[in-house]
């Protein structure tokens, strides 16, 4: 049987004026509380019954790390407007306050849930097969004699405590890191509190043997190859040796405690003489931007929390007491550990069959490529981008940069590229979020070796999934491009779902060819050929869409839209869906995340229906289909619906023309739409039900449809 989220969702007066002209705060849902639903559908996909443990403890350090960033950036967004008694201009008109209680009320079921499934359960679990999360109580005697003479040699030099006094100010805390706050007892009879930070630069989790006395502290730090060993987290350790830090002094009180602060600074870009500088400053401020949230031991004493909260400045709102381990996030590591039998089996992705000879430029001049990641193998596109920087016939490469992660093959590429006397371009987007630091070491990198950076443009974020290649074939220059969904990066694409496409086609290629321009000089388009580009060119094409199929359902009675995407939006963009949906189109939403349309009102929305997948791979395709009487226009890209995408950002929406992989994207679209094993579906009432079969139905995992084959294209 379905279940469904069991949270209630505020209802506000509205008039009829308000109805009709569907202003109506009733019809918009809060962004915010809309992308805590999407985390609890991760946290529900860590406790789901049958899910390999080591997927289980992933999916769990995916809620916390998911959560650590909405705190970062989303609520230390409504708190700023909360202290400067700024209203909500978005539609649901939820107040700054509301938005608070609400967030805070629903964090704390979800993270009670998450804590007691860690504690209860999958902790116990993980034990009996030998994955062993211990606390330093549970340890031997020959185990702790190990530990002390690691902590010794290993983890006491480095230790700093801080003292907290008239003559020692409260220290800054970066966010994130784990601390201890200790009350002293001193000799004077003063009490007196210390800071203690526990290193970062230290492995979190101590292996130690079990079976045997180690000889040496070669097996401590983290081993991927678990054999009987217990995992100390290490800041167990560092609590069990606090007296060692103080001596002629008591610990009358420690506990453990974390800060999340605002990441979501602003970058002066105006005022900057050098972009590159401008955000190199902004990463080092944003370690010390104000206090959001505290995370502090549950067993805490009112006194500690107290000392912290009066210093840090904090309202009772933003403290959480956690059960458990804290900063979860960096749990992800366990994932590592030597324990196939813990995870799902590995997923092998396939060659695209039309680039199986190796001849890319051949293949893509004789037809259009469409690839879907991760079951079409990445490597396709790390292969042209190599090939073309390896061919003496490229004279040419242009490449936007967004998230390449680390070690990036795509930027060894560039480099080479450029080493063999090519032209090439490559415009770095400084300013994605929590990446700058990397972008920065790329962008010099690439820099030095002659590569033409481009910073991007200001007050513009180019988000926008490009590549452009010139080959000199005979007599004539031609154009290559690969379009994208996803970012360049090669470990990203193994486990989220994406879409590329490699075309030869010339107005594709012209309208790219005309956008790199515009990000890197000072050239100004109005229209493009067929590209749909943000921030000129794409709410106002797709709101056209819209009304189009609108009226064919008024004409012909054949209306009908189909959108997959991350995040719905846009007031524009939904205010259309639901005029659309008056007339009698059939439309059906797969939003993973943010979703602000409320489905399945009477004589407004009944005629919308929202899923969501959340499975084993993220899904991140953006896909937007309209029905067209049958020709079945589609579009793919970087852009999801929202004012950030469509106002503030270069985003790209490409046309799929070949009509051979338009139907190749319907079935794939209908295969998503009728999964009823990993997919959610939003109620009117604004809660989600976990879709399963019926009795006698047949169960459709769309993810696993798609590893198995996809539809031929």
Partial sequence: MPTKTNLHYPEQP????????????????????????????????????????????????????????????????????????????????????????????????????????????????????????????????????????????????????????????????????????????????VTRFVRLKVPNNLSRFIFIPRNKEAKTYASLGFDPNVRGD?????EDLVAQYLPMLFPGHKVENA??????????????????????????????????????????????????????????????????????????????????????????TPFHARTHPALSSGNFFGAIRSQDILLFHPYDNFMSVLDFIRRAAEDPDVIAIKQTLYRVGNDSPIVKALIEARRRGKQVVAVVELKARFDEERNITWAEELEKEGVNVVYGLVGMK??????????????????????????????????????????????????????????????????????????????NPLIELIQREEERQRRYGDGAIIFKCNQLVDPAIIRALYRASMAGVRIRLQVRGICCLRPGLPGISENIEVTSIVGRFLEHSRIYWFNAGGEGILYIGSADLMPRNLDRRIEVLAPITDPRLRAFLYRILDCHLRDNVQAWRLRSDATYERLAPAKGEEAVNAQAIMMRGMPDA
Wanted: proline share 5%.
């Fill in 462 to 539: 180019i988000h926008a999934k490009l590549c452009l290649v010139v080959r000199r074939e005979r007599d004539l220059v031609r154009r290559y491009v690969h379009i994208g969904t996803g970012n360049y990066n090669a470990s990203t694409a193994k486990i989220y779902t994406d879409l590329g496409l490699l075309t030869a086609n010339p107005d594709i290629c012209a309208d790219v060819t005309d956008l790199f321009n515009v990000m890197t000089g000072y050239a100004c388009r109005d229209a493009y050929r067929t590209l749909l580009v943000s921030p000129l060119v794409m709410r």
């Fill in 230 to 234: 217990d995992i100390l987290p290490l």
């Fill in 14 to 189: 509205c008039s009829l004026e308000e109805m009709q002209d569907l202003s109506c705060p009733n019809l918009y849902l809060n962004r915010e509380i809309s992308w805590l639903d999407f985390n609890l559908k991760v946290l529900e996909e860590a406790l789901r019954p049958g899910l390999p443990l080591l997927e289980q403890l992933k999916f769990l350090a995916i809620f916390y790390n998911n959560l650590d960033e909405f705190f970062m950036v989303r609520v230390a967004n409504i708190l700023r407007q909360y202290r400067s008694g700024a209203s909500n201009a978005s539609p649901d008109r939820m107040t700054p306050a509301r938005q608070l209680a609400e967030i805070r009320r629903r964090v704390l079921l979800h993270t009670a849930r998450a804590q007691s499934h860690w504690n209860k359960t999958l902790r116990l679990q993980l034990a009996e097969r030998s994955v062993r999360i211990v606390e330093y109580d549970e340890l031997s005697e020959k185990q702790r004699r190990f530990l002390d003479g690691y902590f010794k040699n290993e983890v006491y030099p480095i230790l700093t405590p801080q003292a907290i006094d008239p003559g020692h100010p409260f220290p800054m805390i970066s966010t994130t890191c784990l601390n201890f706050i200790i009350q002293l007892h001193c000799r004077d009879g």
């Fill in 255 to 344: 506990a453990l405690f974390r800060i999340t602060r605002n990441t979501n600074l602003e970058i002066e870009e105006d005022e900057a003489d050098d972009l590159l500088e401008a955000v190199k400053d902004f990463v080092d401020q944003r370690r010390f931007g104000d206090v959001v949230r505290l995370e502090i031991a549950h067993r805490a004493p009112k006194n500690l929390i107290g000392f912290l909260s009066s210093r840090l400045g904090l309202q009772p709102f933003q403290i959480y007491r956690v059960k458990g381990p804290m900063a979860f996030p960096e749990f992800m590591t366990l994932y590592n550990v030597d324990k196939p039998q813990l995870k799902e």
